[in-house]
């Protein structure tokens, strides 16, 4: 079967992709809130309907969550699973978006067109990406380059709790020579990027109580003990003056940057005044004589994501709190235990309360770091595939982010996964006014019915 009638069908019918898309978009599957439970059943629906209309054996599976959908297309050549997610994030804070969420529509902006939306980015868009290069590939030929089975759930965004269950129970029907994965990005604007290496997470809340009761602190302070001050105390303690982090035996299993992969990163020219300046930011604030590509693809961290505690409303209220909260968490790397440095830093912490203070503490999930393996075929094929599409030669990059399905695919299904996106680092996921360039849409589809092409030439 011939590619290049195939990328003219993609280019012809882009605006129809488009409005698929957008028609995907409107619907407000967010998994997080129970409110929306029906919209994501809605979200599974189109999707199984959508992917029948093109051939696939599709259909939607319960779980006690928010349905999966499953599809299947005989074919030769290798057999293939693509997975992604259409559930998406809540579009909090509302009054900070320029239009409605979930009235999506394309945008001019001084960069191109963009396709504005939540979901637009994660990942709905990356997701059709996949389905269109398969609707183009089926209207052109009849049939698909390859064996491919379609894997999309409804609670990526909310922790992912049925995912491990209905992988275990659907084992023999998920397992393929190798998963696909459409949540990542590009390298900067033009560079496609197979990622190799992901940092796992663990999240930690903890709750320092001491007086039984909020004070006045005209009253007691001095003489009592205030919980703020304790967990200012512990939060400071976490790192040391050169950035590394001081929970015992934290570094156990941290790799060292091999001279091979220090080489292609330096090449990469990768420049953090600029990467920090989008932010408001200058200088790299991670570990001391690290390169700033360890420091978010390949090291580990510890962050402060929230602290609470006392009166925060408006005014002034001299109030000696009884209790101060923080959320901590931990992106890990290499062969780092999530739950021993779990248990680390729960004996550090208890170990600098003072008396009269005590400590609680709630687990917030726990995944391990993956790395993948290139020895697979697929990633010189969709590496060579990728550099064909682009203006860059397409690059093994590290992830910052957690991705914990492919750890579970070489876990549960043994079977390596390759992870290739194409959103970019200001489609604003998570945030107001998310958005994935009309392009990143256009030359994803246009990638993946290379990769393919390349996997099964």
Known sequence: MTLDPVLARIDAELPQATDRLLELLRIPSISTDPAYKDKCEQAADWLVADLQSIGFDASKRPTPGHPMVVAHSGGDGPHVLFYGHYDVQPVDPLDLWDRDPFDPQIEDTANGQVIRGRGASDDKGQLMTFVEACRAWKAEHGTLPANITIFFEGEEESGSPSLTPFMEENRDELTTDIALICDTGLYGDSTPAIITQLRGLLGEELTITGPNKDLHSGMYGGLAMNPVRVLAKIIAALHDDQGRITIPDFYDGVPELSNELAAAWDDLKFDEKHFLGEVGLSEPAGEKGR???????????????????????????????????????????????????????????????????NVSFRAHGASAAGQMTTTHPAFDQARKALSDEWPNAAAYVGCGGSIPIAGHFKNILNMDAMLIGFGKDDDQIHSPNEKYDLSSFHKGIRSWARILHEMTA
Not at 299 to 306: A, D, F, H, I
Not at 308 to 313: D, E, I, K, L, Q
Not at 320 to 338: E, N
């Open 291 to 357: 390169r700033p590509l360890e420091m978010i693809w390949s090291r580990p961290t510890c962050e402060v994501n929230g602290i609470w505690s006392g009166y925060t409303g408006d005014g002034f209220k001299t109030v000696l709190p009884s209790q101060a909260h923080a959320k901590i968490s931990f992106r890990l790397v290499g062969t780092q235990d999530p739950p021993k440095i779990r248990e680390n830093l729960r004996k550090m912490v208890q170990d600098m309360l003072p008396p009269d203070c």
